[in-house]
């Protein structure tokens, strides 16, 4: 009978599933660039329609920082750029913003990820709190220098505060998904 439920189609459809989802640093490194897309292509098309507009959801983002702590710097790098790329397609920032902010993101990780415990939420929530600063930094300097100062009122704060909480829960969401990929000594949770 387990042979028979095995070759089924449930068993293969949870298995492609299983691949499919987002799991930093997976192993594969195009199936890691498939997944920016596929983050990419949910944020700027399926999110926006579900928050009406009224604030930026980015799930991308705290993916990608996720990804920083797991992966190699020669795979970080270059998806790195593809994400500043994507995420640059759909914003007025001057080129190159993004990916100055993910590079160095991925520079500083790379290099402060062996000298903290990954096993608690701690490290986590102030990587992600931290990096989700440095990227809104970089938005809000562009918005003073090129657009409307105006725009930079109390209403921005707080979105920019709730999209770093929301930023948190997503990377943390996604650090305890990819639990089984750390070294036994560094598991979350």
Same mark, same amino acid.
């Given at each position: 009978m387990e &042979?028979?439920?095995?070759? =089924?189609?449930?068993?293969?459809? /949870? *298995? @492609?599933?299983?691949a499919l989802w987002p799991q930093p640093d997976s192993g594969n490194f195009l199936l890691d660039v498939f997944?920016?897309?596929? %983050?990419?292509?949910? /944020?700027?098309s399926m999110i926006p329609h579900q928050m009406l507009g009224v604030f930026r959801i980015d799930i991308l983002t705290p993916w990608l920082f996720v990804f920083?702590?797991?992966? $190699?710097?020669r795979k970080s790098l270059p998806l790195a750029i593809l994400a500043g790329l994507i995420?640059?397609?759909? =914003? #007025?920032?001057?080129?190159g913003m993004y990916m100055s902010a993910y590079w160095s993101a991925?520079? #500083?990780?790379?290099?402060? &990820?062996?000298?903290?415990?990954w096993r608690h939420f701690g490290p986590w929530n102030v990587m992600l709190a931290?990096?989700?600063?440095?990227? @809104?930094?970089? /938005?809000?300097?562009?918005?003073?220098?090129?657009?409307? $100062?105006?725009?930079?009122?109390? *209403?921005?704060?707080f979105s920019q505060i709730f999209r770093?909480?929301?930023?948190i829960a997503?990377?943390?969401?996604?650090?305890? #998904?990819? *639990?089984? &990929? %750390? $070294? $036994?000594?560094?598991q979350v949770g």
């Open positions: &042979r028979i439920l095995e070759a =089924s189609g449930a068993t293969r459809l /949870e *298995k @492609i599933l299983a997944h920016v897309f596929l %983050l990419a292509a949910i /944020e700027q920083f702590v797991f992966a $190699p710097l995420q640059e397609t759909r =914003s #007025t920032a001057p080129a991925a520079v #500083t990780l790379h290099f402060i &990820r062996h000298t903290l415990s931290s990096c989700m600063a440095w990227v @809104i930094s970089f /938005e809000t300097l562009v918005i003073a220098v090129t657009q409307d $100062p105006g725009r930079l009122g109390w *209403k921005y704060g770093t909480l929301i930023a997503i990377g943390v969401f996604f650090a305890r #998904t990819a *639990k089984n &990929r %750390l $070294p $036994p000594e560094d």
